[in-house]
């Protein structure tokens, strides 16, 4: 898929990215990246970061809790979670 990307798509896509990098635990990571098996505890741990920095309900809207993002920053998002070896 090829998105025409904006300057703000692409300092989002940069905001995850570095995010990724310095908070993503590097045991979750070589689990990923290894092929390892993820648990239930894996998952939780890693969603807990993400709830923790007001990402852990991305496609909610803002008025439950969510962000509140449109399709393009949901597809950023998750593009980037993937590249990034994070656990689902």
Known sequence: ??????????????????FIRDHLPKDLREKVENGIRIHAKDTQRWH??????GW??????????????????????EEELALGSCPP
């Open 56 to 77: 852990g309900a991305p496609s909610w809207p803002v008025s439950e809790g969510g962000c509140g993002w449109d399709g393009a920053k949901l597809y950023i998002f």
């Open 1 to 18: 898929m090829h998105l025409n990307t904006s300057t703000q798509d692409l300092e989002f896509r940069h905001e995850i990215r570095v």
């Open 48 to 53: 807990k970061i993400l709830a923790a920095h």
